[in-house]
């Protein structure tokens, strides 16, 4: 059982978040899903970043450190697309993190990665937003730096598959995406989950 931070991605708080927080609370685990905006979530990529625009990264990263400031040191951080950037920059700031779990997008300085850190990582493939050379410099940092790594790409699917809300869901590969996730989560040693 894990206590988790999952953070969402450029588009806000939307109803899949959710969701998927309440897919692994049915698992056990115990999870926080920070509003970063504060505003209602948009239907577009074009709208999310206009919000992000809006309320700054530096805004978005201070309400993130915020949500956090109250859980357990070893807390899996966790995020989709620009939230998996966000817990990746967490992440060298809460060097207990059990794990990072990456959705739709890269996270985190290499030099931030403990060895023996489990990572895991689902991405499109090809991701318009996360060039192939990008993402295989990343996989090599971090397997020089001892993280275990698991990385699934699905190949031909768009961005954001995972989100049934969005034009990009594919139903067959958030399943396969959410079966893997689960048992990297059952795999790890408990965190300080409260009760």
Same mark, same amino acid.
Request: charged share 20%; no cysteine.
């Given at each position: 059982?894990?206590?988790?931070?999952?953070?969402?991605?450029?588009?806000?708080?939307?109803?899949?978040?959710?969701?998927?927080?309440?897919?692994?609370?049915?698992?056990?685990?115990?999870?926080?899903?920070?509003?970063?905006?504060?505003?209602? @979530? &948009? =239907? $577009? %990529?074009? !709208? #999310?970043?206009?919000?992000?625009?809006? +309320?700054?990264?530096?805004?978005?990263?201070? *309400?993130?450190?915020?949500?956090?400031?109250?859980? @357990? &040191? =070893? $807390? %899996?951080? !966790? #995020?989709?697309?620009?939230?998996?950037? +966000?817990?990746?920059?967490?992440?060298?700031? *809460?060097?207990?993190?059990?794990?990072?779990?990456?959705?739709?997008? $890269?996270?985190?300085?290499?030099?931030?990665?403990?060895?023996?850190?489990?990572?895991?990582?689902?991405?499109?493939?090809?991701?318009?937003?996360?060039?192939?050379?990008?993402?295989?410099?990343?996989?090599?940092?971090?397997?020089?730096?001892?993280?275990?790594?698991?990385?699934?790409?699905?190949?031909?699917?768009?961005?954001?598959?995972?989100?049934?809300?969005?034009?990009?869901?594919?139903?067959?590969?958030?399943?396969?995406?959410?079966?893997?996730?689960?048992?990297?989560?059952?795999?790890?040693?408990?965190?300080?989950?409260?009760?």
């Amino acid at each position: 059982m894990a206590q988790i931070a999952l953070f969402h991605s450029v588009h806000g708080l939307r109803p899949a978040v959710l969701a998927d927080a309440e897919r692994l609370r049915a698992a056990g685990h115990q999870v926080l899903t920070p509003d970063l905006y504060g505003l209602p @979530p &948009a =239907d $577009t %990529v074009e !709208a #999310g970043f206009a919000l992000l625009e809006k +309320v700054t990264l530096d805004e978005v990263l201070r *309400r993130a450190r915020a949500a956090l400031a109250a859980l @357990p &040191a =070893d $807390t %899996v951080l !966790a #995020g989709y697309s620009m939230g998996a950037g +966000v817990a990746g920059v967490l992440l060298a700031e *809460r060097p207990a993190a059990t794990a990072l779990l990456l959705l739709h997008g $890269t996270g985190g300085d290499p030099a931030a990665f403990r060895p023996g850190l489990p990572v895991q990582l689902h991405l499109a493939d090809p991701d318009p937003y996360e060039p192939p050379a990008e993402v295989a410099d990343w996989q090599q940092a971090l397997s020089d730096a001892g993280a275990r790594l698991e990385v699934f790409r699905y190949p031909g699917r768009p961005h954001l598959w995972t989100d049934p809300a969005a034009p990009d869901h594919d139903p067959g590969a958030t399943a396969l995406a959410w079966e893997r996730v689960l048992s990297f989560l059952a795999a790890l040693p408990p965190t300080g989950v409260r009760h």
